[in-house]
Nanobody, 119 residues
Framework: QVRLEESGGGVVPTGGSLRLACSAF???????????MGWYFQAPGKQRELVAD?????RTTYADSSKGRFTISRAGNRALLEMNSLNPEDTGVYYC????????????WGQGTQVTVSS
């Protein structure tokens, strides 16, 4: 059973930075070799939305709101999200997601980590 462990959330002032980490455990070798790891953001009362993701091959995708401020990277099955120039609109829960590129409709979510940006 694949599980994701997230860390790095917390409280920062406006303009501050945080680094979120997500590690995947329990995957098969084929899943480890071909997946997308992404970070999603959910503000209170809003829908969850993509922040950024990265494939096992290193291809990245960013939401427009993340470009220039956030950087996603990975080493094996550990994905990092460096967040800079944070503002109160970035406050919410950040979820890690691992999606298989070889098995249709297979994805796993982490439990989420809270980020609070104080004004």
């Amino acid at each position: 059973q694949v599980r994701l462990e997230e860390s790095g959330g917390g409280v920062v002032p406006t303009g501050g930075s945080l680094r979120l980490a997500c590690s995947a455990f329990g995957a098969t070798i084929s899943l480890y070799r071909s997946n997308v790891m992404g970070w999603y953001f959910q503000a209170p009362g809003k829908q969850r939305e993509l922040v950024a993701d990265i494939t096992t091959g290193g291809r990245t995708t960013y939401a427009d709101s993340s470009k220039g401020r956030f950087t996603i990277s990975r080493a094996g099955n550990r994905a990092l999200l460096e967040m800079n120039s944070l503002n109160p609109e970035d406050t919410g829960v950040y979820y890690c997601k691992l999606t298989s590129l070889i098995r249709d409709n297979y994805a796993v979510w982490g439990q989420g980590t809270q980020v609070t940006v104080s004004s």
